[in-house]
């Protein structure tokens, strides 16, 4: 190794547009596994950049959980480690169980990526471990995770409710940004007042006093001089005892009106609300499975209709046996 360390924008080369803030090996990964970034990851990344709380709204599969992370794991990767009690960074919440397990699987692959071409440029690998803390977690891994942090912990609205009421709350003391996943679904909710709470008991928990929060508690629009950004940094100040509230990431699919779900989102901060247009896309075709429609028997080989439409099999498969949820496992 060189010993040396991936900066954003210094000494490895500078991203630039869309990219700007990444440092270089998280750029190039992102440019080797995609060919642009989606114009809700663009948006999200202005309002990030500028340390806005930001609600990325956007359809499934525009990348926005990417946008997220991906930002907060260049962080992980560029700066210096801090003391094993300040480790955990990165609290990503699900409304799902289920969920915070596929995003624990999704992460592998940018932490991989960006591990491999911070390699190639002869810089030090990060270090990034991801932990995941829910009803289902088993004792020893619970003790594990409040003995050695995670940098990114993987959790639930309750489960955070039992961290922050336990002695593993300090495990929470170094939280920078709070990733809150399908936070539509929560928002309006019991279980979404009862995350607002643990939101706010969070800040406190790091030290946020009463001072940093200002009066201006509407959503702004998507900015790419980052006005709420700035009037947080205003707020936030320079003193020893100002401490920045951590940035709040929340990611909802389309979902109207936008500003409700922000409000719930910032509380009594601003938030910038990253909501591209979007436009579903129809793949319709007419096929017609026999040549003439009056004769509508077999082909001969006991298939009827089977004529044409075997291509198309993949496209729509047949339901499969139905498991013990009801669901197919097909799709």
Request: hydrophobic content about 40%; overall charge neutral; proline content about 8%.
């Amino acid at each position: 190794m060189s010993g040396r360390q991936a900066t954003a924008g210094a000494g490895t080369g500078a991203a630039s547009g869309a990219l700007a803030g990444f440092s270089e090996p998280t750029a190039s990964w992102f440019r080797a596994a995609f060919a642009e970034p989606t114009a809700a990851q663009a948006q999200a990344w202005a309002a990030i950049r500028n340390g806005d709380h930001a609600l990325v709204v956007a359809p499934t599969g525009s990348g926005k959980t990417l946008a997220a992370f991906l930002w907060a794991i260049d962080k992980l990767a560029s700066e210096p480690a801090p003391a094993p009690a300040q480790r955990c960074r990165v609290l990503y919440i699900s409304p799902l169980k289920a969920l915070a397990v596929d995003i624990e699987r999704n992460l592998r692959s940018p932490l991989a990526g960006v591990a491999q071409a911070m390699r190639r440029l002869g810089l030090d690998e990060p270090d990034i471990r991801v932990g995941v803390r829910t009803g289902d977690t088993a004792a020893d891994e619970r003790r594990r995770i409040a003995t050695k942090p995670p940098d990114i912990l993987i959790t639930t609205p309750e489960s955070l409710f039992l961290m922050l009421t336990s002695r593993a709350r300090d495990v929470l003391r170094g939280v920078q940004t709070v990733i809150i996943d399908e936070v539509h679904a929560l928002a309006g909710g019991k279980r979404g007042a009862h995350l607002a709470l643990s939101l706010e008991r969070l800040d406190a928990l790091r030290g946020v006093t009463q001072g940093v929060r200002g009066p201006d508690s509407q959503p702004r629009g998507t900015s790419p001089h980052g006005a709420a950004g700035e009037q947080l940094g205003e707020q936030a100040g320079s003193g020893p005892n100002r401490v920045r509230p951590a940035q709040r990431i929340g990611l909802s699919a389309t979902v109207r009106p936008a500003e409700e779900v922000a409000s719930f989102l910032g509380g009594a901060l601003p938030v910038t609300i990253a909501a591209p247009p979007s436009e579903k896309r129809l793949d319709l075709r007419i096929v017609v499975p026999v040549e003439d429609m009056s004769d509508l028997g077999s082909d001969g080989g006991g298939r009827p209709w089977s004529t044409g439409l075997d291509e198309y099999g993949d496209l729509a498969p047949l339901p499969g046996p139905a498991g013990p949820d009801g669901l197919t496992g097909r799709g």
